[in-house]
Nanobody, 123 residues
């Protein structure tokens, strides 16, 4: 059974850092694109960044460029989202999703989703 499990979300102060994890279970994610999405209360789910099956990063939000990076650990079958210089507007539930090889840029382009992890940036 294919599963994605996110972890690492918590309350952090503005300017702080967090690293989210997306662990794959039931499949080997090496050639799969992993998209990171976020959804704030009352807003639509939006794609933040995607790591393609060839480990190319594609950014979908200008506001996270230079602050967020995605990486893959093939041994641990896990993709990470490193978030630095966090801002209150980064507060959201963060989800990872997967599809084979190519990033989508759209919610409908992904086949499997995790349940999300809450990130709160506040004093």
């Amino acid at each position: 059974q294919v599963q994605l499990v996110e972890s690492g979300g918590e309350l952090v102060q503005p300017g702080g850092s967090l690293r989210l994890s997306c662990a794959a279970r039931g499949f080997i994610m090496n050639e799969y694109a992993i998209g990171w999405f976020r959804q704030a209360p009352g807003k639509e789910r939006e794609e933040v960044i995607c790591l393609s099956g060839t480990d190319r990063s594609e950014y979908y939000l200008e506001s996270v460029k230079g602050r967020f990076t995605a990486s893959r650990d093939k041994v641990k079958n896990t993709v990470y989202l490193q978030m630095n210089s966090l801002r209150p507007e980064d507060t959201a539930v963060y989800y990872c999703a997967t599809t084979y090889m190519f990033c989508s840029g759209d919610v409908q382009g992904y086949d499997f989703w995790g349940l999300g992890t809450q990130v709160t940036v506040s004093t």
